[in-house]
């Protein structure tokens, strides 16, 4: 909990930031976000809930958690700045401030969520919570403000799930119950948990419904509340585990690049995304009609080694659940193809080897072009240009279908690429001068409470 004072007082602001992680250039505007969404919902009340919520790069692991495969992933300097009161009543107000947007809902188990809008998410968790825990039914004014691209491909939407999970957890004290303590035993398992509320899946005996309608992993949530500042992190999922931690060298930072093409998960790109993942589900179907052995993800066959792959091969011949051989032979080697590039480049930026690290990254920028066919012409060309104008690194990354580029480059040269590369970009597509962005990040902290 914080007090409204330190929420008014934009150096304490500045102070908890920088104390949490964040340097100078990261917090930015931080403070004033957080004063203004302390503003919307402040009351005569001596406390008030804040939490930095923060976006994800996903460095590799393209389409692979939902496999059960691997991902290296940070967390990135911006995010979401909330500040919210409880109420007396069930009802749950979110504001909305970047988008001068509000909307009110009851924690209702049978809630009717809307799609295709921010509001989407907020209610999604709303409608969970109250299905998953009976008594959470005390509701909350909550306002947050963004400094991260919406749709870019950053786990925007993943980023305003959690935020109004934090509020609403932390109110009705759900993770203090034996029921939350009887599925949800660490961080790791908490980011599985909020991965059901999007992809609508049950966990454990914590009753599943429809999620926001996309059939992903917990990638992005793990990312978001497991993250170290500094640091990369890599993970295996389905169940969700911390294989290791990969300092970031101090003299390198990332520079990501916004396509200007949105993608959202709600939207037009939920269809492609999906189809992606149900031919990951169709590769497994087609092995559970030849082998008694039940099995899940697609990871648990090919960690059976070659002679499994092959026999995967064979039942895919006459195809699966709708796709041909050919359309899941291509999925399969996509997997196959990315979780080694992944293992590789993680070795080599662990020695700090980032030629190799580029290499590899070059690699599978590639694949999910020629194999996961989930690029866009901007993407790859903001990829192409990262490249030319000097990146040691770059690769498209998130669900794919528009979105966004991260580059690693030299801290000391940020600003001058990241001015050369925005120029080449608009350059080739002038149509997206006024809808892509560029920003430089380190490697961030997890989402954190906002403590006075």
């Given at each position: 909990?914080?007090?409204?004072?330190?929420?008014?007082?934009?150096?304490?602001?500045?102070?908890?930031?920088?104390?949490?992680?964040?340097?100078?250039?990261?917090?930015?505007?931080?403070?004033?976000?957080?004063?203004?969404?302390?503003?919307?919902?402040?009351?005569?009340?001596?406390?008030?809930?804040?939490?930095?919520?923060?976006?994800?790069?996903?460095?590799?692991?393209?389409?692979?958690?939902?496999?059960?495969?691997?991902?290296?992933?940070?967390?990135?300097?911006?995010?979401?700045?909330?500040?919210?009161?409880?109420?007396?009543?069930?009802?749950?107000?979110?504001f909305a401030q970047d988008e001068?947007?509000?909307?009110?809902?009851?924690?209702?188990?049978?809630?009717?969520?809307?799609?295709?809008?921010?509001?989407?998410?907020?209610?999604?968790?709303?409608?969970?919570?109250?299905?998953?825990?009976?008594?959470?039914?005390?509701?909350?004014?909550?306002?947050?403000?963004s400094d991260l691209p919406v749709a870019a491909g950053m786990s925007s939407s993943s980023a305003l799930l959690i935020a109004t999970y934090l509020v609403l957890a932390t109110i009705n004290k759900l993770e203090q119950t034996e029921r939350?303590?009887?599925?949800?035993?660490?961080?790791?398992?908490?980011?599985?948990?909020?991965?059901?509320?999007?992809?609508?899946?049950?966990?454990?005996?914590?009753?599943?419904?429809?999620?926001?309608?996309?059939?992903?992993?917990?990638?992005?949530?793990?990312?978001?509340?497991?993250?170290?500042?500094?640091?990369?992190?890599?993970?295996?999922y389905c169940p969700t585990r911390a294989i290791r931690q990969i300092r970031l060298p101090n003299d390198l930072v990332f520079v990501v690049g916004s396509s200007g093409v949105v993608a959202h998960k709600t939207g037009a790109a939920q269809e492609l995304y999906n189809r992606a993942s149900l031919r990951s589900r169709a590769l497994v179907s087609a092995w559970q009609k030849q082998d008694p052995e039940p099995v899940v993800y697609l990871a648990d066959i090919t960690s059976k080694g070659p002679p499994a792959v092959d026999r995967l091969r064979t039942a895919i011949a006459a195809g699966s659940d709708g796709f041909d051989a050919q359309e899941l032979s291509v999925r399969l080697d996509h997997f196959l193809a990315e979780e080694e590039l992944l293992t590789q480049a993680a070795d080599a930026l662990a020695v700090q080897d980032v030629r190799s690290f580029g290499q590899h990254v070059d690699r599978s920028q590639e694949l999910t072009d020629t194999l996961l066919g989930n690029q866009v012409p901007e993407t790859r060309d903001l990829a192409r240009l990262a490249r030319e104008q000097?990146?040691?690194?770059?690769?498209?990354?998130?669900?794919?279908?528009?979105?966004?580029?991260?580059?690693?480059?030299p801290r000391t040269e940020a600003a001058q690429f990241t001015q050369r590369w925005s120029?080449?970009?608009?350059?080739?597509?002038?149509?997206?001068?006024?809808?892509?962005?560029?920003?430089?990040?380190?490697?961030g902290?997890?989402?954190?409470?906002?403590?006075?």
């Open positions: 909990m914080t007090d409204w004072k330190t929420l008014a007082d934009l150096r304490r602001l500045e102070a908890l930031l920088r104390r949490a992680g964040l340097d100078a250039a990261a917090i930015g505007d931080k403070p004033q976000r957080f004063a203004r969404a302390a503003e919307t919902v402040g009351t005569s009340d001596a406390s008030a809930l804040a939490f930095f919520v923060p976006g994800r790069i996903e460095v590799l692991g393209k389409h692979t958690d939902y496999c059960g495969g691997h991902s290296l992933v940070t967390a990135v300097e911006r995010g979401f700045c909330i500040v919210a009161c409880p109420r007396q009543d069930d009802l749950v107000r979110v001068d947007e509000e909307i009110t809902f009851c924690l209702d188990p049978n809630l009717d969520v809307p799609v295709g809008t921010w509001t989407n998410y907020p209610m999604t968790v709303g409608r969970r919570l109250a299905r998953n825990f009976p008594d959470c039914r005390t509701g909350a004014d909550i306002a947050f403000s939350f303590r009887a599925h949800v035993v660490d961080e790791l398992t908490r980011a599985e948990y909020l991965g059901t509320h999007e992809n609508g899946q049950s966990f454990g005996d914590l009753a599943g419904d429809r999620g926001v309608g996309t059939f992903g992993g917990s990638e992005d949530h793990t990312a978001i509340l497991c993250s170290t500042a500094d640091h990369l992190g890599l993970y295996s000097g990146a040691l690194a770059a690769s498209a990354f998130g669900a794919g279908f528009g979105g966004s580029v991260w580059s690693l480059v120029a080449a970009y608009v350059a080739q597509y002038p149509v997206r001068e006024s809808t892509c962005g560029f920003f430089a990040t380190g490697a902290p997890c989402a954190f409470p906002i403590l006075s």
